[in-house]
């Protein structure tokens, strides 16, 4: 078991090597089209770089790749289609038999341009390539507001966090996405959303959302309650609850009933002061009834 198995390494360097005969003497510069398919991928995700463009005998593929900033491919796999064998073998990414590249469990170091190399039966050499961009996986955004219930004419600032660096920031409205109108800027960023002179038509749900090509996460709403600048329902920036409106009432009756017991205590005073100061003869008799 162990011959067989040297032997067919054996077969795939012998045959590697020809291929790199071949590669220092291409007989033809045709190109290939390699595609990302998803297109855009973010952390974890999985990617196939999917070569196009030719419908031939195929004898191997390699593959390189050049992060950015290097002038220069790095060679990563190499794959026999005679064999059905890639080398090395225990690496995370896998060449499929029509020579296109699986990248699973995507890293952002992944993010590279990546060039794939084919040898054909006549020893013809075929290269293609296309850049990969892998998104950062995005966190759920928090949002945060001066005031929730506030009067018409007076300003709103609304304002979007998140822990991803270079998200983008969006703004939604009732559950839409927010068309910015006169009194409506935003800042930094678009994660400062600022309204002057606010209306009633401003009232409802806001939401921010945190967004890359690959992936978008929304805050939890926040809903906004916008008073008439003479509305009863709010004083000195303040709303009654139904708690404080019952304290009120209970206060209210409270003191009409102390009231009501010190008027009682005079008058019993007064009317027995009255009686005192009559004489006796002339108190009139016990009056029963008929």
């Not at 090597?17 to 089209?33: D, H, M, R, Y």
């Not at 390699?34 to 593959?63: C, H, I, M, R």
Request: net charge positive; glycine share 8%.
């Amino acid at each position: 078991m162990h011959a067989g198995k040297a032997a067919s390494l054996g077969r795939l360097r012998l045959h590697a090597a020809s291929i790199l005969s071949c590669w220092s003497q291409p007989t033809s510069a045709q190109g290939l089209t390699v595609v990302p398919e998803p297109a855009n991928v973010k952390e974890g995700d999985n990617v196939t770089l999917v070569v196009q463009g030719f419908s031939g005998t195929t004898l191997s593929y390699a593959w390189f790749s050049r992060s950015p900033g290097d002038s220069s491919d790095t060679q990563m796999v190499m794959y026999s289609v005679i064999y059905s064998m890639q080398t090395p073998a225990n690496i995370r990414q896998k060449v499929l038999p029509n020579g296109s590249l699986l990248i699973p469990n995507l890293v952002l170091n992944d993010t590279k341009y990546y060039t794939v190399q084919m040898v054909d039966t006549f020893g013809k050499i075929l290269r293609g390539g296309a850049p990969l961009t892998v998104y950062e996986k995005l966190a759920k955004p928090m949002i945060a507001v001066n005031d929730t219930n506030i009067l018409e004419d007076e300003s709103l600032i609304l304002t979007c966090s998140t822990e991803n660096v270079g998200a983008n920031i969006g703004w939604f409205f009732n559950d839409q996405p927010l068309s910015l109108h006169g009194r409506m800027s935003t800042f930094k960023n678009n994660q400062i959303l600022l309204i002057k002179g606010v209306k009633r038509e401003d009232a409802g749900s806001y939401q921010c959302e945190a967004w890359n090509p690959a992936h978008a996460k929304r805050s939890d709403a926040l809903t906004l309650t916008v008073s008439s600048s003479e509305s009863p329902e709010r004083s000195n920036g303040a709303t009654l609850s139904g708690g404080s409106i019952t304290v009120v009432v209970i206060g209210v009756l409270a003191g009409v009933a102390l009231l009501g017991a010190l008027i009682y205590v005079l008058i019993t005073k007064n009317t027995g002061r009255g009686k005192k100061d009559q004489p006796r003869g002339e108190q009139s008799a016990p009056r029963y009834g008929k």
